[in-house]
């Protein structure tokens, strides 16, 4: 059974999400604090074997590299987000006292269209959503009837557009074609802020 643990980080309090079967686990957008991931996984025993970027803006990776080079995981994230990794104006670190940049990129795994990936035995569906940022993924559990949105949709809201590479259109029509056909009944789980469902954001959510 797929078990899901969110853990809010750093200034921004982006969720950091953490799935497990038994002993293993993957890691969705270690954005900061990466001591306090490493806690929760050797507190419980767990084993990571994978981490998924949902986008590459700076509160989504702060913790990135500590806890892949920790582990020496696989990352999984989308080929229009490789920029992100590489130059920290991009992610908007290169004004923070630790600037973002990846050296080289072996251990990404990255992303060019929409599919399935498997990892933990886990069918995860992986639907490409940009407008927040042009490579923005979203990551659909369909056994466990959950989807982790990133910053794509939110509780009664959406992702912001007016960063570099924002575009509000493209962003609504997304998230209309590819989260809100899914079953009413699947939980939302976003980059910030409280979980929801994909049936009370096409009923309430006031961008729709």
């Known amino acids: 059974m797929l078990k899901i643990y969110p853990m809010p980080l750093g200034a921004y309090q982006t969720n950091c999400y953490i799935l497990s079967v038994g002993e293993r686990a993957m890691i969705v957008d270690p954005g900061d604090e990466a001591n306090k991931i490493i806690m929760h996984l050797e507190s419980k025993g767990l084993k990571p074997e994978a981490i998924l970027i949902t986008h590459g803006h700076l509160d989504h990776i702060g913790a990135l590299q500590e806890v ?18 590489t130059n920290a104006k991009y992610n908007f670190s290169h004004n923070t006292s630790s600037p973002i940049e990846f050296d080289e990129l072996s251990a990404f795994n990255f992303i060019s269209e929409d599919g399935i990936i498997e990892i933990l035995d886990q069918k995860i569906n ?75 954001e096409k009923r309430m959510n006031p961008f729709f």
């Not at 892949?68 to 990794?85: A, C, G, M, S, V």
């Open 126 to 200: 992986v639907f490409h959503v940009p407008g927040h940022s042009p490579g923005s993924l979203a990551f659909y559990f369909k056994d466990a009837d959950i989807v982790i949105s990133g910053d794509a949709l939110f509780k009664g809201s959406i992702g912001r557009t007016d960063f570099p590479y924002g575009n509000h259109d493209q962003l609504i029509k997304n998230i209309e074609a590819k989260l809100f056909t899914l079953p009413d009944a699947t939980v939302v789980y976003p980059g910030h802020g409280q979980a929801s469902t994909i049936g009370d």
């Open 68 to 85: 892949q080079k920790k582990y020496k995981l696989p990352i999984y994230t989308h080929q229009d987000e490789k920029e992100f990794f």
